[in-house]
């Protein structure tokens, strides 16, 4: 998992490293972005609406102002607006808050992040002279403008791979120099964070020849959160699915998706070879839900009520591996959990493990409509055949 933040907030971060960003305000009204836009005193402003999604400014969100009146109508427009973008899918995301920021020269637009390389258990550096384009459609039309570098963590940023990597992008000499001394910073955030990804798409190269992190994208190892409370109070709830900050309440690992099958699994591992074994039998899992190894009655009730707040769910497929979290104990939560929400899906329950007959006949003596399978694989068949697959 990963906490991911705002652009302003992830400049604020790279800024505290030296990382040379530009001049902006966040705001929540117009009137702010009239003010904002005068405090800048910049011939022009950039008014960007702040959403946890790339491609804003195809969207029309990203727009230019020449005046504090004309940024405060901009922002008027954007503030409340639904923002759609390839990357928020077809219902957006409610623009809360824009930056005001002050507009610059370009001369130049590249491309430079920093993320993890699980191949070579490395971090690595990705560079690209093709910048403010989607790095995905550079890497498949034209894959040899993508530059590389893996950094030896014990080590970091080597000066030579800084230099050939600025000279790969067409920086000379001067430019190189700051390149390298920009890479330096963005790698020491990177590390100092626990980030999982800093992405500067673009840094600018500005006609006096500065560069300059014009977007910045930047997610955290949410695992690492407890060495960084103040990174903590960047996370901003309505950006994230509420069924998914509901479940993180009750220490449930929830992911929601597309499909119809939903799924409640003890382990990460467990449940995403259940989600593959779904798929293999012809279904779609609604979300990846791992209940952990320690879970009670409880917390499986707590898990039943958000897989039936999505209205998408047809089925349960509850797939347990009995070690910590017992058979008789799950049997007993997922029992009381029926008979208290009264879940309208059909169940299907596969279990192995300690105490599994004590659940197995707890299951069959309930009373309930529960479908019990001996074998992940026919558990997954039955599993699409009640959501209405094959």
Do not use: W
């Amino acid at each position: 998992m990963a906490l991911k933040i705002h652009e302003y907030q992830a400049k604020s971060v790279l800024a505290r490293f030296g990382v040379p960003v530009p001049r902006g305000e966040v705001v929540f009204s117009p009137d702010d972005a009239r003010g904002a836009a005068s405090r800048l005193g910049t011939p022009v402003v950039v008014v960007k609406a702040q959403i946890h999604a790339g491609g804003r400014g195809k969207g029309g969100g990203v727009k230019r102002a020449k005046s504090p009146d004309e940024a405060a109508a901009l922002a008027s427009q954007m503030l409340g607006m639904t923002l759609v973008t390839h990357q928020t899918g077809p219902d957006g995301r409610k623009v809360g808050r824009v930056l005001i920021e002050q507009g610059v020269d370009i001369a130049r637009e590249l491309y430079l992040s920093v993320l993890i390389d699980r191949a070579v258990e490395a971090p690595v550096v990705i560079a690209s002279a093709a910048g403010g384009m989607d790095i995905e459609e550079v890497a498949a039309s034209t894959p040899e403008q993508i530059l590389r570098a893996t950094i030896d963590p014990g080590i970091g940023v080597v000066p030579f791979q800084a230099r050939r990597l600025a000279f790969g992008m067409g920086l000379d000499g001067s430019q190189a120099a700051k390149f390298s001394t920009l890479l330096a910073a963005i790698y020491r955030a990177f590390i100092e964070t626990d980030a999982s990804l800093i992405e500067i798409n673009p840094l600018i190269v500005t006609k006096d020849g500065s560069l300059l992190a014009l977007d910045a994208k930047v997610t955290f190892d949410d695992n690492a959160l407890y060495r960084h409370a103040d990174l903590k109070e960047f996370r901003d709830l309505d950006e994230e699915d509420p069924l998914e900050v509901e479940a993180s309440q009750f220490s449930l690992n929830y992911i929601r998706l597309d499909g119809n099958i939903g799924c409640m699994v003890n382990g990460a591992g467990l449940a995403m070879a259940t989600m593959d074994i779904i798929k293999l039998a012809g279904g779609e899992p609604a979300n990846f839900l791992d209940v952990g190894g320690g879970a009670n009655a409880e917390q499986i009730k707590n898990a039943f009520r958000i897989l039936m707040a999505d209205t998408n769910v047809k089925a349960v497929l509850i797939n347990i591996f009995g070690g910590i979290l017992r058979c008789d104990v799950l049997a007993q939560g997922v029992i009381a959990a029926v008979k208290d929400l009264g879940v309208p899906v059909p169940i299907v329950i596969r279990m192995e493990g300690t105490n599994v007959n004590e659940g197995k006949r707890m299951l069959s003596e309930s009373g309930l409509n529960f479908t019990t399978a001996d074998s992940m694989g026919e558990a997954a068949e039955r599993v699409v055949a009640l959501a209405g697959g094959r």
